[in-house]
């Protein structure tokens, strides 16, 4: 089922100090660490390298605030990237005070803007129930404004304006600026649509979303109470990931901590991968000039990865002109080489990638969940997703075409807004022919023109359809029949007399969509039905676990869903998400897939320095992904755009420390060839893997000790601090030391011991030629020979 963030009650707790709390808190951290979190006052700026516990620093201050009783939740705020980590932070808040901390607003830029907006966006002129525009509504917006200007949408296409309004307000340009600025056709039609657009949202009683962080900012200008009342109110600002803040959540950040300028934000300047959605990196780098007070801690342990891997990403970033010098070092095991794998299609990539996994499932007692694959855009994808449904190995794939973006959801999804807010012009134009009901592009054309003639939103047209004399009496008619089908449905929403999902699935009945989906049996239409359905559970859900739930506010989780929180928790997938996605969360298994001129970097980056500078810290936050082992993978040839295309290695593939780095053993690419087209199938040659690529020298050496229950207990030291590894009789004597016979490897002698019962782990030796093999004892069947 679909998850949908949960809505925060907005009940205040009281947290009482609790010392021992307090202690605890402190204890789970490093000198430095500490030194962030009890740095409660004034400005404070945490830079550190990835995977050197800034979130964690970050989630602990917001827990020591209230356990050391410096604050009470509802004096926090804390902006996160994604729904999902704000989730996190808050669950962890509450585990580490071990107590309800409900009243801390803690979310993304956008949903805690839009909340704010809910309550306060009256004051300029939004109802309650304003809907919030993803880009492809905005378009839509866009072509008719066009339209109605005759301006011709193939000569500038809408999905550029939309770009380049999308920009301007990122820069916080309004229309007015704007039109001063433009220069040249391209920019002078954007002049002119832009104000256009805008007043089209508003009558819309619409906001998209760069204006869920813009209108606040006009609220709190306008309106000094307003801003004075949650300047006052929010004691602590907290900003993750703030390298990636732009022009209008810095200005947000200053305005809301302006009063008790205890303002904590924690980045990463090599790790800012947004700036093409306007992010601006000189937020971050400037921090000390806008604050001239401001503590500045570096964290410079890395507790994520390995050595090597961290080898690898500082030789990646290491070629970045622009950054502010940090050091990174870690106490981690060098940990095994990095793993280069060379392909000769997507296909074959795809294949290597999927025997890994299971490679490392079988042997090593990797869960599915520990997985990820990582790429440059979404398309690749599909050939990943194939190779794994192929051996039935579970995945996940985050953001592409969520499932909040398919058609028919989106269908359902506008009949909803619709009740809401009728006078969403783009919801409207969705669906008020879709099942076709007599309403075609004539009818709606007329009644466009006169909501244009009259000064009304659309729906407001609707409702004076008898006043159209331009409308033939069958279009009045059926304009009317579907003018009461909403009326009736938003008069029931608003009572709430019946429950939300009940009222939803009643609507798309009546309305016909299902029927529309059931009329041809093809599997689509048997996909798009169930989908239909989910969406109703989740709705159902959501209605069920959230404290004052209503329709209004389910389709405002929905709107400001980011692609992570879409994921299903808590079930054993690999995860497959695009780089930019990836960004603050660890894997213990990283693929960093399609390293390839043209794909990564990709072409139209390679032109300017700062736009390939963009790519390469995009690697480098792929890479700090990964804490145990990475992969680097390429394909020599791949279908892009419907074309076979040819490729090179990508240039990042050269720049890095090449010693930390072993191609993965399989021969020449012509060998390759001969494995990959055999008709046998991926598993057969499984055994025969990559004896390479694991290091000859992992250490540990152990001792086994006996025991009362009759159970050996074998102990050993794994160099992370010396973990018990347990398993039982039933694998005879191995210990490090043991001389044992492996079926396919021959004589070798155990190196070293990890895991326990069906996970127990050994590394053995198995001669030069083979090499270090990590097993799994519950496949491996060693026979143990003395
Ligand atoms: N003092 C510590 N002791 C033990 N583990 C730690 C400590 N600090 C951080 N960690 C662990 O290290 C990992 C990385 O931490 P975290 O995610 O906070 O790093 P980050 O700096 O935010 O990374 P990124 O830049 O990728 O967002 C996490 O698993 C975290 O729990
Ligand atoms: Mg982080």
């Not at 020591?64 to 004096?75: I, M, N, S, T, V």
């Not at 009256?122 to 378009?139: H, P, Q, R, V």
């Not at 200053?254 to 700036?275: E, M, P, T």
Request: hydrophobic fraction near 35%.
């Amino acid at each position: 089922m679909r998850r949908i963030p949960i809505r925060r009650s907005t009940t205040h707790t009281q947290v009482d100090p609790d010392p021992e709390a307090e202690q605890r808190i402190l204890d789970g951290l490093n000198d430095k660490q500490r030194e962030a979190v009890t740095t409660t006052e004034g400005p404070v700026m945490i830079i550190a390298g990835p995977g050197s516990g800034k979130t964690r620093a970050l989630t602990h201050r917001i827990a020591y605030l209230l356990a050391a009783g410096k604050a009470q939740p509802r004096d926090i705020l804390a902006l996160t990237f994604t729904n999902k980590a704000a989730n996190e932070m808050q669950e962890r808040v509450e585990a580490l005070v071990g107590d309800d901390a409900r009243g801390m607003w803690v979310g993304t830029f956008h949903s805690s803007f839009a909340r704010l907006l809910r309550m306060e966006g009256d004051k300029i002129g939004y109802s309650e129930d304003f809907s919030i525009y993803d880009t492809a509504d905005s378009k839509r917006l866009i072509r008719q404004q066009m339209k109605g200007r005759n301006l011709d949408t193939d000569v500038v296409k809408p999905r550029s304006v939309q770009r380049m309004i999308s920009s301007a307000k990122n820069e916080m340009i309004d229309p007015q600026e704007y039109a001063e600025l433009a220069r040249g056709d391209q920019q002078e039609i954007v002049a002119e649509v832009y104000p256009a657009y805008e007043r089209a949202l508003k009558q819309a009683n619409a906001l998209d979303f760069d204006d869920l962080l813009l209108k606040p900012i006009e609220l709190f200008e306008q309106h000094e109470d307003v801003l004075e009342k949650y300047q006052t109110r929010w004691q602590y600002v907290h900003i993750d990931e703030y390298q990636d803040t732009n022009q209008a959540q810095y200005v947000l950040a200053r305005k809301l901590s302006a009063r008790h300028k205890n303002l904590c934000v924690v980045g990463d300047d090599a790790q800012s991968i947004y700036a093409f959605r306007g992010a601006d990196i000189t937020n971050i780098l400037n921090f000390d000039n806008d604050y001239p007070d401001a503590t500045t801690i570096r964290l410079e342990r890395n507790y994520r990865s390995t050595e090597n891997i961290i080898r690898l990403a500082d030789s990646i970033i290491e070629e970045n002109d622009d950054q502010i010098e940090k050091s990174l070092w870690t106490d981690n095991a060098e940990g095994e080489y990095v793993a280069l794998m060379e392909a000769l299609s997507e296909k074959d990539e795809a294949q290597k990638i999927e025997r890994r996994v299971r490679d490392l499932h079988l042997r090593d007692g990797m869960e599915y969940g520990d997985f990820a694959v990582l790429y440059r855009t979404n398309a690749q994808s599909r050939a990943i997703e194939e190779a794994l449904r192929k051996e039935n190995v579970p995945y996940r794939v985050i953001g592409g075409t969520s499932f909040y973006e398919r058609k028919e959801i989106k269908d359902v999804l506008a009949y909803l807004k619709l009740l809401v807010n009728p006078n969403d012009t783009a919801s409207l134009q969705r669906v008020i022919n879709y099942p076709t009901r007599g309403i075609g592009d004539k009818t709606q054309a007329r009644l466009q023109r006169y909501a244009q003639q009259h000064s009304l939103s659309l729906w407001q047209a609707v409702e004076r359809v008898e006043e159209i004399e331009t409308l033939g009496t069958r279009a009045e008619r059926a304009v009317g029949k579907f003018r009461r089908l909403i009326a009736r449905y938003a008069s029931k929403a608003g009572t709430g007399s019946v429950p939300a999902d009940e009222l939803a699935r009643d609507l798309i009945q009546d309305a016909g969509l299902l029927s529309e989906l059931r009329k041809e049996h093809t599997r689509e239409n048997l996909q798009r039905w169930e989908n239909v359905q989910e969406l109703i559970s989740a709705l159902a859900e959501y209605v069920e676990s959230t404290e004052d739930a209503t329709i209004s506010t389910f389709l405002q989780e929905v709107a400001l869903m980011t692609d992570q929180d879409e994921a299903e928790e808590g079930d054993d997938k690999v995860t497959l998400m695009t780089l930019h996605a990836a960004k603050g969360t660890e894997f213990p298994v990283v693929f960093v897939a399609g390293l390839e001129e043209g794909l990564f970097p990709l072409e139209q980056a390679t032109q300017e320095k700062a736009e390939l500078e963009e790519e390469r810290r995009l690697f480098y936050v792929g890479v700090t992904r990964a804490e145990e082992r990475l992969y680097l993978s390429w394909a020599r040839s791949r279908y892009r755009y419907g074309e076979q295309t040819s490729n090179t290695r990508s240039r990042f593939l050269e720049e890095v420390d090449s010693d930390v780095v072993r191609t993965e053993a399989g021969g020449e690419l012509e060998q390759q060839t001969d494995r990959f087209s055999a008709e046998e199938g991926p598993s057969a040659d499984y055994d025969e893997m990559d004896p390479h690529y694991y290091r000859q020298d992992l250490s540990g050496d152990g001792g086994a000790t006996g025991s009362s229950d009759g159970l050996r207990r074998i102990e050993s030291t794994d160099g992370g601090g010396g973990r018990r590894v347990v398993y039982d009789e039933g694998h005879g004597e191995i210990v490090p030391g043991a001389q044992v016979e492996h079926q396919k490897f021959g004589r070798g002698k155990v190196q070293s011991l990890e895991g326990e019962g069906d996970k127990a782990t050994a590394v053995v030796f198995f001669g030069s030629d083979v090499g270090n093999k990590k097993l799994k004892l519950k496949y491996a069947n060693l026979r143990v020979i003395g």
